[in-house]
RNA sequence: GCGGGUGUGGUGAAAUUGGCAGACACGCAAGAUUUAGGUUCUUGUGCCGUAAGGUGUGCAGGUUCAAGUCCUGUCACCCGCACCA
């Protein structure tokens, strides 16, 4: 009789061997093939893990270990994205140090994750916080400074009132602060900005390169936003050029107005022939008042003002058209003015029938007096002088002709992409490398005075004028210019959370490197990324900065790719047993610690890989997961009916090897639920049939370990096969996964009739002669003539009959 | 509004190229072992029907010998974006 499954002695035994021997330590041995997975490092939280952590971080961690038996060289790492606002918060709230926090949580997030026998390299662990690390997060900025990619500017940001400090857009949920739910309202500071505009055609051509999801990729390029259309030169009454952004220049004829944004600079310079310029002040008030969510809550009605005392002139027929302002045109985006047709645009259909404004059909097919008609690739141009009678696509590409060689405008590529605000008004950050010098403007601190470490302050809180706390210690600001020796001041700002994950997969390739982001040598060895696993809230924003910074070095020469990840995938959340996101609120929140005590690592490892569809959201089952631990008690007590035998026994040779095909597939597809599932059935066959041997029980470990590590090493070793990561991945051989005899259905226009055994890759006539032998075929076929008789070898036979 | 996704038993879910719908698991029912069981083992389990049989993948059509899968229309829910000219 077997020991009982004690699986926390087991796994503690197992988890302290790894330790001691460093099993998981990733080899130097550069010649051997390499294999790198990467999943994001979290944030640790105050909460510690969450029970959703363990999906993603195991599925790699199953692949991780399926490879090292495979043969390959692994990187499989961790580390910590430890700046960033709740731990600032909770320091505040405490008056503890963000860095002794950080400390805390991040011991109590680690021994959480060794305690779900994770094979991580702990060796190469990375903290974002820890100045050797950040050193190399200021170094990065430094360069782009230094290639003017990182600039300033004075710009209305996003504010949240509740944190004080700056958003990215991308943190703006529903016009509330991503984190904290405050109000987010307009304010006007002058930030660090990085270019990543110059790099979104970049970015976008380049995801042909690599292997994402689809949806991933179209989250990308949704972001890009490329459209391709014209700028436009108009001209005003007044003199000025007018030049408008348009995708649709072939409806220049149809353009019975233009509108330009409330904060648009010619306003200020037509002030004094305006002749409502206080009505036009109110709205512009108005407008800058509404933060972004406000204006676009507010897009059922349009509403703006005509300028009264200008007018533009439209360069294809010199007609002369009204110019508005209004809120649904942005300042940030093209010219910030836009030429409007009414007749096939419906935002511009809206505002004229606001505002009582013409429409003219230039395209015909819809029907204008209904709605704007906009679905018109196929439309023929009509009220467009030289225009008409042609196709929509012949009339884009000759009116373009027509502008430039008129001198009155040309093609143009637009991005919704905007820059990077890279400032934050925070303590918890890189501080940014810059001093500002009355002499010298902005200067870059030398590389040698890296790192910039954060100073010690007293108080962590944001100032009142949403300066930076750092703004308050007079010995970190004042210092000299290093450029001309004369008093220059600090940056205050430091930098936000996204920084420091933008490069941390070049870290771990070389993670204690005094002299480098990491050596070439590793770097080239390593990168790029092969798989990386990450949540769907990520893929469009993190992976767009961390490819932003990766092509950014390998355009300086740090790196010789130029894409960071060739791979990558996106698990689905894990829910509470109601269906809804867990939170405290819900009281819906499963406790990792718990699940482990009750049921074990190896248990609820294989349950979130069971669980469901890995990409797809799945709900918390505390029953289902008793299916797991039951299998895994089944396979333990298999023990007891090993029998000798150094090969699989015949009537189980194709189930094993079988197995090892739809386990080896499965894990490469994420498809882990189906792969447990099959080992699922084995297990239940080899129940059936009372007795394994010892072949058969070396192979179901192996296969059973990436899934549960602790106890298919503790069986392997009891039985005395060896230490179990030692061992090869198993063999199949295509040849032996195929049965003598095949089950195939018997249908009669297409109902099954019977069902019958054959031997695989039986003929065709014999198959159907005898199907129809079969006392049911023939009754259904009995005084009616057969039309047509289908085979699929293998599947079924199919008589059509009248 | 735009983009993406999902809809299959009492529950979580499976289902290469169209080819036995519901694998695997939970739950439930019956039985066996056990002093006991939130243990273990065996059997059964989509729905209607005693059965033969019928019926069944959100809904309505279509293509096909054959549709969860392909096509057209439609409904519901979830996620992301939100006036990007």
Redesign the pocket.
């Given at each position: 009789m077997s020991r009982k499954y004690d699986f926390t002695a087991i796994e503690k035994k197992w988890q302290s061997y790894w330790d001691e021997h460093h099993t998981f330590k990733v080899g130097e041995d550069y010649s051997k093939p390499k294999f790198y997975a990467l999943v994001e490092f979290p944030y640790p939280s105050g909460q510690g893990l969450h029970i959703g952590h363990p999906r993603p971080y195991t599925a790699m961690d199953i692949v991780s270990r399926k490879r090292r038996l495979e043969g390959y060289n692994v990187l499989f790492p961790m580390g910590w994205d430890a700046f960033g606002l709740p731990t600032e918060n909770y320091a505040i709230k405490n008056k503890i140090h963000p860095a002794l926090v950080t400390e805390k949580n991040v011991q109590h997030f680690k021994d959480q994750l060794k305690m779900l026998g994770l094979s991580f390299d702990w060796d190469r662990e990375i903290n974002t916080t820890d100045p050797d690390y950040y050193k190399w997060t200021q170094w990065i900025f430094l360069q782009m400074f230094k290639k003017g990619l990182a600039y300033k500017k004075e710009m209305a940001v996003n504010w949240c009132t509740s944190c004080k400090v700056v958003l990215a857009?991308?943190e703006?949920?529903?016009g509330c602060c991503e984190r904290c739910g405050g109000e987010v309202v307009r304010k006007v500071k002058s930030q660090w900005m990085l270019k990543i505009t110059e790099y979104a055609q970049r970015l976008l051509d380049d995801l042909s390169e690599v292997n994402y999801l689809?949806?991933i990729k179209?989250?990308q390029k949704?972001?890009i936003?490329r459209?391709t259309?014209a700028e436009v030169d108009f001209t005003s009454t007044l003199g000025d050029k007018l030049t408008?952004?348009?995708?649709?220049?072939d409806t220049l004829f149809g353009a019975t107005y233009m509108?330009i944004?409330p904060e648009h600079p010619l306003i200020e310079k037509w002030a004094d022939k305006l002749e409502n310029m206080d009505d036009i002040k109110a709205y512009q008030e108005m407008a800058a008042r509404k933060s972004?969510f406000d204006?676009?809550?507010?897009?059922k009605d349009?509403?703006g003002v005509e300028l009264k005392g200008v007018r533009a002139i439209n360069p294809v027929n010199g007609r002369e058209i009204p110019i508005f302002i209004?809120?649904?045109?942005?300042?940030?985006?093209?010219?910030?003015?836009?030429?409007?047709?009414p007749a096939h645009?419906?935002?511009?259909y809206?505002?004229a029938k606001v505002f009582n404004l013409p429409i003219i059909e230039v395209v015909k097919g819809g029907d204008i007096e209904k709605e704007a008609f906009t679905d018109c690739a196929t439309g023929i141009m009509t009220n467009s002088g030289f225009l008409d009678g042609l196709s929509v696509e012949e009339a884009k590409v000759k009116i373009k002709e027509w502008l430039t060689e008129n001198g009155k405008g040309h093609e143009k590529v637009?991005?919704?992409?905007?820059d990077w605000v890279f400032s934050r008004q925070r303590y918890w950050g890189e501080p940014i490398p810059i001093v500002y010098c009355e002499k010298c403007g902005y200067v870059g601190l030398p590389e040698s005075e890296l790192p910039l470490t954060l100073p010690d302050v007293e108080s962590y809180m944001p100032t009142d004028n949403g300066e930076s706390p750092l703004s308050t210690l007079d010995s970190f600001i004042n210092t000299t210019c290093p450029h001309c020796g004369g008093p220059a001041k600090r940056e205050t700002d430091t930098m936000p959370q996204w920084a420091g994950s933008s490069w941390y997969f070049l870290r771990y390739c070389d993670p204690h490197n005094k002299d480098a982001v990491a050596s070439k040598e590793a770097l080239d060895y390593w990168m790029p990324v092969d798989w990386y696993n990450g949540g769907?809230?990520h893929t469009?924003l993190h992976l767009l900065y961390s490819r932003f910074w990766h092509k950014f070095l390998y355009d300086i020469g740090v790196v010789s790719q130029k894409e960071p990840y060739m791979k990558r995938t996106s698990h689905g959340m894990i829910l509470g047993e109601d269906?809804q996101?867990m939170s405290k609120s819900r009281g819906n929140v499963i406790n990792p610690d718990e699940v482990v005590k009750?049921y074990g690592a190896d248990t609820l490892r294989l349950y979130e890989m069971?669980?469901?569809?890995?990409e797809?959201?799945?709900?918390w089952?505390?029953?289902?997961?008793?299916?797991?631990?039951?299998?895994l008690?089944?396979v333990w007590?298999l023990q007891d009916s090993v029998i000798d035998g150094d090969e699989y026994r015949e009537a189980f040779t194709p189930s094993f090897h079988k197995t090892i095909k739809k386990v080896s597939e499965?894990i490469e597809s994420l498809?882990f639920?189906?792969a447990?599932?099959?080992?699922?059935?084995l297990?239940?066959d080899i129940?059936?049939d009372g007795k394994i041997n010892k072949a058969e029980y070396r192979t179901l470990l192996i296969l059973l370990n990436p899934f549960a590590p602790h106890m298919t090493e503790e069986a392997f070793e009891l039985m005395g096969f060896g230490i179990l990561n030692e061992q090869p991945w198993p063999k199949y051989d295509e040849a032996l996964c195929v049965e003598d005899s095949?089950?195939?259905?018997v249908?009669v226009?297409?109902?099954?009739?019977t069902?019958m055994s054959i031997a695989v890759d039986s003929d065709k006539e014999k198959v159907l002669e005898m199907a129809l032998g079969d006392p049911?075929v023939k009754e259904a076929v009995d005084g009616k003539s057969v039309?047509?008789q289908?085979y699929?070898p293998n599947?079924?036979v199919?008589f059509?009959v009248k």
């Open positions: 857009n991308e703006v949920v529903g689809d949806k179209l989250t949704n972001w936003g459209s259309g408008v952004y348009t995708t649709r220049p509108v944004a972004d204006r676009t809550e507010m897009n349009k509403t209004s809120d649904y045109v942005l300042m940030t985006y093209g010219t910030g003015a836009i030429m409007a047709v645009d419906t935002r511009d809206e505002f637009n991005y919704k992409l905007r769907m809230e469009t269906g996101k009750e069971f669980i469901g569809d890995f797809k959201t799945a709900p089952s505390p029953s289902s997961i008793k299916g797991c631990k039951r299998f008690d089944r007590s499965d498809k639920n189906t447990i599932a099959a080992m699922m059935a297990v239940n129940y059936a095949v089950e195939i259905v249908q226009n297409g109902r099954i009739k069902k049911k039309v047509k289908i699929v599947k079924l199919n059509v």
